[in-house]
């Protein structure tokens, strides 16, 4: 089945540094892309979804980029501050049958002021 | 208004106690899902449905099983609780994209 493997697990940066998590998924069904976070003690919030074969996508503060042909998908958080603070999950959907969502393992960032 | 709840958010019980964890969504959506939360791991599959009395079996399925009773309403049974079990616990809804309520935290003993 869908391997999704997120690296690093943990992430220190400090203010206005920049903090890059990547994803990597096995599954060439996969359909939709999604990256979100989560603050301690909260839901998930969903930050982007993306689908094209090749996409960058800036939201606010942040830029996805996705990339069919490596199978990789990344968040890039431009010019972290310390609301950055919290847990994020790369997530990956796939249609068998049913549509079935699986996640990466997580990555703890902390941004230091 | 929340579109997806959970109910209890806080459960203890002992081992071999009987859970049933609920998820009602107002979204109108087809497909409901429970996950399980425990670090390290992220968000993993329980079970999952596309419809009222449907039911998908997941990637981590053993000790539970689940019902879907109507499209807004999906439970979550452990029926024979064990410490393994310990675990935040969350219900989505999904039409293109998961929509997820506020999680139950439940403690076995």
């Known amino acids: 089945g869908e391997q999704v493997e997120q690296r690093p697990p943990h992430l220190s940066v400090r203010e206005g540094d920049s903090a890059v998590i990547t994803c990597t998924y096995t599954?060439?069904?996969?359909?939709?892309f999604f990256w979100y976070k989560q603050e301690p003690g909260a839901s998930l919030q969903l930050l982007m979804k993306?689908?094209?074969?090749?996409e960058i996508n800036e939201g606010q503060g942040f830029t996805v980029l996705l990339n069919k042909k490596d199978k990789r998908l990344s968040l890039n958080l431009t010019a972290a501050h310390p609301g950055d603070s919290a847990a994020y999950f790369c997530?990956?959907?796939?249609?068998?049958?049913?549509?079935?969502?699986?996640f990466g393992a997580g990555t703890r960032l902390k941004v230091i002021a | 208004e929340a579109a997806v709840t959970q109910s209890p958010r806080n459960k203890v019980t002992v081992t071999g106690g009987n859970v049933t964890l609920s998820c009602r969504q107002t979204?109108?959506?087809?497909?409901m899902y429970w996950y399980r939360q425990d670090t390290g791991h992220g968000l993993r599959l329980i079970h999952y449905?596309?419809?009222?009395?449907?039911?998908q079996i997941g990637d981590v399925p053993d000790g539970y099983k689940a019902t879907r009773t109507t499209q807004e309403d999906f439970f979550l049974l452990l029926e024979l609780a064990s410490p393994s079990q310990t675990s935040l616990y969350f219900c989505?809804?999904?039409?293109?994209?998961?929509?997820f309520g506020p999680g139950t935290r439940l403690t076995v003993l």
């Open positions: 997530a990956v959907a796939l249609y068998t049958g049913n549509y079935k969502y699986v």
């Open positions: 979204n109108s959506h087809n497909y």
């Open positions: 599954d060439p069904n996969s359909y939709y």
């Open positions: 989505a809804s999904s039409d293109s994209e998961q929509y």
């Open positions: 449905s596309y419809g009222a009395g449907n039911l």
């Open positions: 993306v689908f094209s074969s090749t």
